[in-house]
Nanobody, 117 residues
Framework: QVQLVESGGGLVQPGGSLRLSCAAS????????MGWYRQAPGKQRELVAS???????SYGDSVKGRFTISRDNTKNTVYLQMNSLKPEDTAVYYC???????????WGQGTQVTVSS
């Protein structure tokens, strides 16, 4: 069984920064892809950023140039560095991980990020 635990969310002012962490119960090297999704009230869950087994990264258009996804295999942790935060970044952020094959995907419990003055 796999557990993903997010941390680092909170309340920040516009223009501020936060770093989210996602700690996995096992080796993150076993995952084909890991990423961060977010969901704001009344909106669909959307991809924020992802990183593949070979360190290729992808970002949603709304966060390009502001957010950076990274991983530390020695700590089994994936990070999301969020800079220049905007009020529209307010959402619950979820960590996601998947191995090859149907039914091999996992979700964290989510962490709230609120950007407000």
């Amino acid at each position: 069984q796999v557990q993903l635990v997010e941390s680092g969310g909170g309340l920040v002012q516009p223009g501020g920064s936060l770093r989210l962490s996602c700690a996995a119960s096992g080796s993150i090297s076993s995952f084909y892809i890991m990423g961060w999704y977010r969901q704001a009230p009344g909106k669909q869950r959307e991809l924020v950023a992802s990183i593949t087994y070979n360190a290729g990264t992808s970002y949603g258009d709304s966060v390009k140039g502001r957010f950076t996804i990274s991983r530390d295999n020695t700590k089994n942790t994936v990070y999301l560095q969020m800079n220049s935060l905007k009020p529209e970044d307010t959402a619950v952020y979820y960590c996601y991980a998947a191995r090859r094959g149907v039914g091999s995907d996992y979700w964290g419990q989510g962490t709230q990020v609120t950007v407000s003055s």
